[in-house]
Structure formats: structure tokens, C-alpha cells
């Protein structure tokens, strides 16, 4: 085996073995790794806005926080939930326009 | 209009001595989020060290204040006037924020004149400016005719509104809060829970630096004289004897960063309600001062000692005052042209608000040796168009007032029209440059598959020996957010697409097509001493391959058969041109 294919199984392996456990802080740190990918982060919601039929809230966990976007109300602030969503990154490059938009994920489902 | 000259402004007392060495002459950037610059709405507002998307909004709010806005309230302030020479010209590639403008910006990159720095900020000059020490001049592509675009090298003159760029705090180093030094900070909420749950009630943030990025954004009115070429005595570019060009437009309608109502500081709730389109509260009046600058000569040459052939054309749009220029020639061992566009007289009554002039200016039988030169760009060839597999959004229609509605099988009532949002974005567009002359590639708003589209650009330009000739390209692919957010209200979004769709139009921003930027030198500056065609391939930038499959091309792994990934290549066009030496 190629040590380059080495690295890459071992890297998948590594992101089988999270899958199921990746932080909102993963997610921060490198929001290129999850971009269209569906995942669960768990949190604290905290900053809702509804806005007509749909929503935004903030996810907490910990000092990490990202915003979720969702098709139906809010959960109540301060409650604990698991979010199911897809990431969107927002691509970024060199140019001092570039605006340092951080990541968000829009809400496929919910628990409670 | 009360212009300002640098040495009188009250805020030199900000400036840096000490603390930043390096930059001992340049205002601190810290100041944007000082007491004083937020009184009454005015400076920058930051955000916290790990923001959510909906914080981000309170960047926005506004997304450029004044440095100071002397005896005004914000976001009034007095113009400034800058001079430089431009760094760099280009469009902004990945796009604006789209709420807050109408298109997006015309970036130009002056390295400021000495006499000027202090318009400089810390930030700029920081590792986070890029800029490397200049300072950016926007104004919006759809406010700012090509003929007035600059290239490197021209002199740039501006007089405009001297602002923050509050969208980037770019704090580096960030701070520490006061007594829980581990732990990083942007702002005081970042030393309390939940973001710090061992903080202690009451610490502060201390010791960050923002970079904050001085710029001239908008100017009202902009004079860029190219120097160093030849230019035929006309009112259309052309080559000619050494001559200087001078190109100037002036006007107070110059997109979001000029109107007050998308520059006044209100709550995070009033940015999502308020509406503010169409734009109808332009910041400046361009008529209560004249506009000045100086137009550099060619080297005069030996033994003339006649005054300088000067011309002047008007390029103002039909129906629009003209005022006059008067000019001025100022002899001395740097001899100018001074110009004056006499803005404070009305024309037949009515005022010269929306002005275009350009001056030519060289010495009389002036026979220095130019190389003329044709370069004809006959094509571009999209060898990647940039476009996903599947839209960001999916294609809904929706009736213009009544945005409720579904208009795809109802009719809207009577005097709305059926809005097409989301689905796929066609289109890209390309601007190029020959040594600072500018023109937009027609026939690539369909763009969404590799083809040839024909061109039949022609340049003519004319260079002393030890000139060169600049070939460059700005562009994009467009993607949904060009396509749909630009000149609407963040409400109105709302309204149309929903928070959901709306956000996932706003991160489909616009793909990089690589770069275009050549440069041929003398004695044949890319000729050959006759006639070259090249057919010039774009560098990095956005797109590919599939891994396996690759004859598919793609922007990311989504656009490729199940398991295979994207292998980014770049080079999304080619440029086929020709120069000819005449």
C-alpha cells in the first residue's frame, strides 16, 4: 500500500470513527470539511428569530456556536436539542471583500 | 460640498505615534469602535470571537461609517480628497454583500501619496491588509461608467467619503478577557457565559486590535490620468504622440455605500423591516465645490518651450449640465496641467450633477518614438462554465407584490409580474483591460455550458520604448446571489425567497474563473514585430474534474457520481487574442 493511500484510509477512518459525534466546534474549525454534508450537533439554543413561518437560532455548545436555519419555529431558548442538518460553507479567498461569513446549517429535522 | 485638504483634519490628533512603529503615520483602526466614533450611531460595530450567520448582521449595520464625521451627525460627514497611483484595478470576483448594494463594486487600489497617508489605517498596513499598505477605492460597477476605470500605474485623484470597512473587524491579535487571561476575546460578551463559562461577572475584553480598513468608498468624483502611453487627441481612447489622458466622472448616485438610509446604525430587527429601495438619499451634494486635480505631463521634450496642447471632451450623459474645465499649465521642474471642473456653476440654470470630461494633454510637436499597436480579442472560450449540477435553490415563481402567490400555473393580479427565483444561474461576466482602457465582454449572460463565444474587441494603443503592454481580465461565474439578491432589501428577501432559501442563495456566491493578467514588454510588446495570435488559458481559480469520471466537469464533489471527488484544475477560460503592430 502507497503510504498516500495509508494516509487517506487512515483519515477516513478517522472521520467514520466521529461521525456520529462532531461538535458545532469541529464544524467551526473547519467548516470546507462539512460542506454538504449532513450531520447531528447537539446544543443549547440560545438568540431565536422567527421570521414569518420559518426561523433562525443559534446552537450552542460550549464557546462554539452556529447559526441553524429551519423551515418551521424555533425551539424555546435554553432548551438542550439535536439538530440534524445539512452545512453550508460559504467559500472565501484572499480578496480583503471577501466577507468572513461563518458557516450555517439548514435544519432537516430536530429532537426533541 | 466643503472639501478637505489631509493637514486640516481634526482627527490627526488620532494618529499612531509609538505603538505600531512601522506604521507610526497612519490612524489607528481601533478608533472605528472608539466611544467616540460610535457616539450617536457613527463607527463600527464588532461581533463575537465565534459568531453565528445571524450575528454577522451586525456588521452590516452599517457596513461603512465615517472616520469622522467632524461637526456632522453620522453618516454625514465631509468629503475627502485623496491622490495616488493605482496598484491594482479590478471588480470585486466573489462578490458584495448583496442588502446593501445594487451591483457589485469596482475595486481600485491606490498606493496613497505620501502627503495622504494619514487616510491610511492600521489596518491596511497590518498583516490582515492585504492591501499591503494602500487603501481601496469601491464605488459599484452599475454607478461607475468604463471609460473612468484606472489601470496600474495612473495617477488616481478622488474626492469622496472616507469610511471603515465595518464588515471586517479582523481582529489580530484578538484580545484576552481581564481576569481570565486563557480565554480569547472580540468584545466584553465574549468574557462572560455561555461563551466563557469560568469567566468572572464583570470581566472585559482587553488588549485587542482590530484592522479595520480605511478606504475612499464611495468616491463622488474620480480623475484617473494614464500616464506613460500615447494618446490620440480624441474623445475615444486611441493611440497617438506621448500624451496624458485623463479621465473623470463625477456623481452623487453611487449605489448602497452613498445612501443615508443603508449607512444610518439602527437595531438588528429595523435592518430585516426597513426598505430602503429604490435608493433615494444620496449622501452628498456633488455641486458646492469644484473638483481639482493635477494632470502629470510626458517628459518634456528637449528644447520645447511652447505650453502644453491640452483637450477637452465631454463625456457626460445625454441630457446632463456641462460644466466647464478650465486648465491650467503650471510650469516648474515637474510641470502639471491644472484642472478645475466648475462644478459650482449651474449650466443654462441647471446643475452638473452627473459629469463625465476627459482631458488630453501633451506637448506640441512632441516627436518622441511610440510603437503603435492593435490588439484584437476575437474570442472566449468557456472551457468550464462553473456552473452545480443542482441550483442552490430550487426554481420557484412568485408574484412581484402579492409574494405570497405561486405564479407558476395562477396569473399575479393585475399589474405584478411573475418572478423567477432560484434555479440555475446562467451567465458570467468578464471585464478586460488594456493598460487601463476597459471594456465588458458582450455575450456571456447565457453562459451555462463550455462554448466559444465570439468577440470583436479592438484596442489601440501606443507606447514608448520602454512601456509595456498590460492585457487583463476581472470576472466571475455567476451564481445566485449576483443573479437574484443584488439591489434588494434584505427584506424584500425575506419576503421572496425566506430565511431559509434566502440563505442558502446568499452562500452560492460567485465562482473564481482564474486569472487573466499578461504583460508584454518592448521592443515588439507581444507582436513579434508583425502579428501574434495567442489563445491564453486562465490560471487558477474554481472547477475541474471528477476524479474518475473526467469528462464531467464540476465545482465540488456533489457535481460528480456517487464516491468520486472534484479535482480542481482552475483555468475555466481562454482568451484568444491578437496584437499587431501597426
Known sequence: MRLSHFVIGLALLTVAGRAGAVTVGDVLASPETYDGKTLSLTGTIESALPVGAESGYNLRDGAARVTVVSRTAPPPVGTQVTVTGTVHAFEGGDDPEDKPFPPFVVETGRTP | MRVRSCASL???????????????????????????????????????????????????????????????????????????????????????????????????????????????STGNVSPEGVEAGNLEVERE??????????????????????????????????????????????????????????????????????????????????????????????????GG???TRTDVWISADSGGAGDACLLTHGSL??????????????????????????????????????????????????????????????????????AVVKLTKTVNGKKATLVGKTIVAGWRHDTTPVTRLRVDVTAIEILNPLKAVTPAIPLAKKCSVTTAQDCSSTACPAGETCLSLGG??????????ANGAWTELPGLGAVASPSTVPQTISY???????????????????????????????????????????????ADMSKDIGAFD??????????????????????????????TTMSQLCLKDADCPGGETCVVTGGAFKLHYTITKK
Not at chain 2, 449595520?61 to 456632522?72: I, R
Not at chain 2, 435608493?279 to 511652447?306: C, K, M, W, Y
Not at chain 2, 492585457?471 to 434588494?488: T, W
Open chain 2, 460 to 506: 489601440d494603443v501606443a507606447l514608448p520604448a520602454g512601456g509595456s503592454l498590460h492585457l487583463h481580465a476581472s470576472g466571475k461565474s455567476l451564481a445566485c446571489l449576483e443573479s437574484q439578491l443584488y439591489g434588494q432589501s434584505l427584506k424584500r428577501d425575506l419576503a421572496l425567497y425566506g430565511l431559509t432559501n434566502g440563505a442558502l442563495c446568499l
Open chain 2, 424 to 433: 440555475p444561474t446562467p451567465g458570467w461576466q468578464v471585464f478586460l483591460e
Open chain 2, 518 to 547: 499578461v504583460t508584454y514588454a518592448g521592443p515588439d510588446f507581444g507582436s513579434g514585430g508583425g502579428s501574434t495570435t495567442y489563445a491564453t488559458q486562465s490560471s487558477g481559480g474554481d472547477g475541474g474534474t471528477c476524479s
Open chain 2, 269 to 338: 430587527g429595523a435592518l430585516l423591516t426597513t426598505e430602503c429601495y429604490p435608493l433615494t438619499h444620496p449622501l452628498v451634494d456633488v455641486t458646492t465645490s469644484d473638483f481639482e486635480f493635477d494632470i502629470p505631463l510626458p517628459p518634456r521634450p528637449a528644447g520645447n518651450t511652447q505650453p502644453p496642447r491640452v483637450r477637452v471632451f465631454d463625456q457626460s450623459p445625454k441630457g446632463a449640465a456641462r460644466p466647464k474645465v478650465s486648465t491650467t499649465f503650471v510650469d516648474g521642474p515637474t510641470p502639471v496641467v491644472h
Open chain 2, 10 to 120: 481634526a482627527v490627526a490628533v488620532m494618529l499612531v505615534a509609538g505603538a505600531r512603529d512601522a506604521a507610526a503615520s497612519v490612524i489607528d483602526s481601533n478608533l472605528a469602535v472608539s466611544p467616540a466614533t460610535q457616539a450617536n450611531g457613527g463607527g463600527c460595530y464588532p461581533v463575537s470571537i465565534a459568531p453565528g450567520l445571524l450575528d454577522m448582521l451586525t456588521l452590516i449595520n452599517p457596513e461603512w461609517a465615517a472616520v469622522d464625521v467632524g461637526a456632522h451627525l453620522p453618516p454625514l460627514s465631509d468629503p475627502v480628497t485623496m491622490h495616488g497611483t493605482i496598484a491594482s484595478s479590478k471588480i470585486n470576483e466573489s462578490g458584495d454583500f448583496p442588502g446593501d448594494h445594487v451591483t457589485d463594486d469596482q475595486n481600485t487600489l491606490i498606493a496613497v501619496d505620501s502627503a495622504d497617508m494619514a487616510f491610511v
Open chain 2, 241 to 243: 504622440p506621448p500624451a
Open chain 2, 141 to 238: 460597477i452599475g454607478k461607475y461608467p468604463l471609460f473612468a476605470w484606472g489601470g496600474v500605474g495612473d495617477r488616481f485623484t478622488g474626492v469622496g467619503r472616507w469610511i471603515w470597512d465595518c464588515g471586517h473587524p479582523l481582529q489580530d491579535p484578538a484580545g484576552t478577557c481581564s481576569s481570565t487571561m486563557t480565554q480569547s476575546c472580540a468584545v466584553n460578551t465574549d468574557c462572560a457565559p455561555p461563551v466563557c463559562p469560568t469567566c468572572i461577572a464583570g470581566e472585559t475584553c482587553v488588549g485587542v486590535d482590530f484592522n479595520y480598513h480605511s478606504e475612499l468608498h464611495p468616491p463622488h468624483a474620480i480623475a484617473v490620468s494614464r500616464v506613460g502611453k500615447g494618446y490620440g487627441y480624441s474623445k475615444k481612447v486611441k
